[in-house]
């Protein structure tokens, strides 16, 4: 699990791994047209929800995807409410590269969420996987999704090249960001960010 600080316009999220529970609210979140658009997954019932969050297990038990719902508390009696996704995947012990991927829900979108559960995501991972060989990370987007450029730029991912079409899944060109692991650069972790097993 890890924790975001509460900001005094921000509250705290939380990113844990995707669990059963979550699917109802998973679900809901992708009746959004807009997260839809920028999405592969489909997401039509609590069906295809399960079988979603069993592959997002799957992933963490081969240890290669490291998916986490992000959750953030509005007030300190409201129950957690899902927020958005981050993603670490690709990964393999001597692979120098691994890639990140996230989304936000419609309702949180505009407030900061998927910059800063990226940035905590960022520094766990080289956190985790430094001694296993990780040393950049690369975020893709279409390049029509402005909103996740900003967010790219904003944590340290540089542009790095343009990506080809691939039709029908990407339709458009694509961006590759890139964020190499500089510890003179960047911290190895996010003041605000608490990592606990």
């Known amino acids: 699990m890890l924790k975001v600080a509460a900001t005094p316009t921000t509250p705290a999220l939380v990113?844990?791994?995707?669990c059963a529970e979550d699917v109802a609210a998973l679900v809901e979140v992708y009746r959004d047209a807009e997260l839809r658009r920028w999405t592969?997954?489909?997401?039509?019932?609590?069906?295809?929800?399960?079988?979603?969050?069993?592959?997002q297990e799957q992933?963490?038990?081969?240890g290669s995807r490291f998916a986490f719902a992000v959750l953030e508390r509005a007030l300190d009696a409201a129950p957690l409410r899902l927020v958005g996704n981050v993603v670490l995947k690709e990964v393999a012990s001597g692979k120098p590269s691994a890639e990140v991927g996230y989304w936000t829900a419609a309702q949180a979108r505009g407030r900061g969420v998927a910059?800063?559960?990226?940035?905590?995501?960022?520094?766990?991972?080289?956190?985790?996987f430094q001694a296993n060989g990780l040393e950049c990370l690369?975020?893709?987007?279409?390049?029509?999704?402005?909103?996740?450029?900003r967010v790219a730029e904003k944590n340290g991912y540089q542009f790095d090249r343009l990506l080809p079409s691939a039709p029908p899944s990407y339709p458009l060109d694509g961006h590759v960001h890139v964020r190499r692991q500089l510890p003179d650069a960047f911290p190895s972790a996010p003041a605000n960010a608490h990592f606990s097993a």
């Open 40 to 55: 592969n997954s489909r997401m039509e019932s609590e069906d295809d929800g399960l079988r979603w969050v069993q592959d």
């Open 115 to 128: 910059q800063r559960a990226l940035n905590t995501l960022t520094a766990w991972a080289f956190d985790a």
């Open 59 to 62: 992933g963490w038990a081969a």
């Open 138 to 149: 690369e975020l893709l987007h279409q390049v029509d999704n402005l909103a996740s450029c």
């Open 15 to 18: 990113l844990r791994p995707w």
